[in-house]
């Protein structure tokens, strides 16, 4: 007992199991489910070892939860939302882990965040492997861009970018500048490139050219901004499938079109820009048709409606199986204005601290959700919710001032 009491109570522990957590998003979803369940335990454990010291902001995720739970009272599906609550349940699991664990130091979140970055640039390694084989057998360029890149596991390029972000600005921000660090940073770069969001390629370069300039001396701004501005020329000026997912944004999308048409032909050439758009669109017709501003349709029970409006405009029946692809639109539409309101307290909590700590990892965090939820419902699915929770969790757990030499070293 005395040996189990010591290793729960210690704080290796946590960087073991809080590592391996992270390391596991991009794997079936199983593994993430089952290192959940042992850190659980684990925190559980060592609560009768140590002192619980609480952060408030943990309420705020675990109140989101008891939202949903409160729309079961109004859903037309109680089956539909209890699957939801099911999926959405790390939303009190992950907090009470926490708010059960030791104290860990900065020293020890750098460390999570350090493996989940070495194991990110493994993954990003794999991948590349893959299609590079492929590529050998077939000469498809496309194979190494976007979902094509990451099919061999089956994710979204999208979701994997968020990640991959979030890792890459902790390594330029928060890590020595050693020969490994900038060669992690590299094959980030690269494979975020890849990936080929374009939302996330944007705010991660914003994000990456305010902090240098913002934390980093003047002979590392002279020397890293170039870099970055001749990165981005050459993306732009060169024949790739990255900048042609930019141009087509500009040249196929006709917002006009989307947001007044009555009738879509089922081959209709839709952007990633105008499909969005139009999900807004049929969300503020359905909340007006019915009246449902207040208190939306219920956790996990608006997919129905989305099919009638779709079905409605005539979109071909492949997009029936989308969601909103937009967080804050997926909120208000199942939990009303309050759900929505939680959303921003939970975005509006990050941006808080970092006013108050100056930390770059809470910025990071902040810019890209803020952004990524302007694309995709990124907590209503699993791997972005431990991802998003467990980054938000641990920087409140620590939330301290970084030292100085985690960015100059």
């Not at 037309?76 to 959405?88: A, P």
């Not at 089956?154 to 890590?175: C, D, P, R, T, W």
């Not at 079905?311 to 804050?328: A, R, T």
């Not at 929505?340 to 509006?348: K, P, Y």
Request: one cysteine or more; charged letters at 15%; hydrophobic letters at 55%.
């Amino acid at each position: 007992m005395q040996r189990i009491s010591k290793i729960v109570s210690s704080p290796q522990a946590y960087w073991v199991l809080l590592s391996a957590l992270l390391i596991s998003l991009p794997l079936p979803y199983g593994f993430s489910t089952g290192i959940l369940i042992a850190l659980l335990a684990s925190s559980l454990l060592s609560a009768r070892y140590h002192k619980l010291s609480f952060q408030k902001i943990y309420l705020v995720p675990i109140l989101f939860y008891v939202l949903m739970v409160c729309s079961l009272f109004w859903t037309s599906s109680v089956e539909n939302s209890l699957r939801g609550l099911e999926r959405q349940l790390a939303m009190v699991l992950i907090p009470a882990a926490f708010f059960l664990m030791p104290e860990l130091s900065i020293k020890i979140r750098d460390k999570i965040f350090y493996a989940f970055a070495v194991a990110l640039t493994m993954f990003a390694i794999f991948f590349i492997g893959a299609a590079f084989i492929e590529y050998l057998e077939n000469s498809n360029i496309n194979r190494f861009f976007y979902h094509a890149l990451v099919s061999p596991l089956e994710l979204n390029a999208i979701y994997l970018s968020v990640m991959v972000s979030l890792s890459g600005l902790f390594l330029l921000f928060n890590q020595p500048k050693s020969l490994t660090t900038i060669l992690l940073l590299l094959i980030h770069a690269i494979f975020l490139i890849l990936l080929a969001s374009k939302v996330i390629i944007v705010i991660t370069a914003l994000v990456a050219v305010f902090g240098i300039v913002r934390t980093f001396k003047r002979s590392r701004i002279l020397l890293l901004l170039p870099v970055l501005l001749i990165g981005v020329i050459l993306l732009m000026v060169t024949s790739n499938p990255v900048r042609e997912r930019f141009e087509r944004e500009f040249t196929v999308s006709d917002v006009k079109e989307v947001m007044e048409c009555e009738r879509f032909d089922k081959v209709y050439d839709w952007t990633g820009t105008t499909i969005r758009l139009f999900q807004a669109r049929i969300f503020v017709e359905m909340l007006d048709e019915d009246s449902a501003y207040l208190t939306g349709y219920g956790i996990n029970n608006s997919k129905h409606k989305i099919i009638e409006k779709q079905k409605q405009y005539n979109l071909w029946q492949g997009y029936y199986e989308y969601n909103f692809h937009n967080q804050y639109i997926q909120a208000f539409a199942e939990l009303g204005i309050f759900g929505f309101i939680f959303l921003l307290i939970l975005l509006g909590s990050i941006f808080k601290e970092y006013l108050r700590t100056k930390d770059m990892l809470f910025l990071s965090l902040f810019l890209v959700m803020l952004v990524v939820f302007l694309t995709e419902s990124y907590i209503w699915r699993q791997r972005g919710l431990y991802h998003f929770l467990v980054f938000f969790c641990l920087l409140f757990k620590v939330s301290a001032i970084p030292s100085k030499s985690g960015t100059e070293s």
